[in-house]
């Protein structure tokens, strides 16, 4: 059974960081496409980061340049030693979100090899979620 727990979050302050970490157990494949997802109340679920296996990532406009994505361990993951990490920089108030770590086998590309977004709807796995707020 795959699970992923979410942990890190808090409330900061305007130009603050965060980080956030998600535990992955129970994944049984190498192949793996892994994203953050947040969402405030009354809105749909938005993609704002994702990487895959072989390391390539995507980030949403409004995070580029300020949150990081990234995998330690990807190679161990079917040994549940993998980590999924966000680190979240130069905060702004319309970054309060709840925030989720997703997971499924991979991430479709274009024509480039660039990743592009998956629906929301089509991971399978999701973490419990941790809330993010950041104050003016």
């Not at 059974?1 to 970490?21: D, I, K, M, P």
């Not at 040994?79 to 999924?84: P, Q």
């Not at 929301?120 to 104050?135: E, R």
């Amino acid at each position: 059974q795959v699970q992923l727990v979410n942990s890190g979050g808090g409330s900061v302050q305007t130009g603050g960081s965060l980080r956030l970490a998600c535990t992955i157990s129970g994944y049984r494949d190498t192949n793996y496409c892994m994203a953050w997802f947040r969402q405030t109340p009354g809105q749909e679920r938005e993609a704002i980061a994702a990487i895959n296996n072989d390391g390539k990532i995507k980030y949403a406009d409004s995070v580029k340049d300020r949150f990081t994505v990234s995998m330690a361990n990807g190679k161990a993951i079917m040994d549940g030693k993998a980590i999924l990490s966000l680190d979240l920089n130069n905060l702004k108030p319309e970054d309060t979100a709840m925030y989720y770590c997703a997971a499924e086998g991979w991430c479709p590309s274009n024509g480039r090899g660039e990743l592009v977004w998956h629906d929301a709807a089509d991971f399978p796995y999701w973490g419990q979620g941790t809330q993010v707020t950041v104050s003016s």
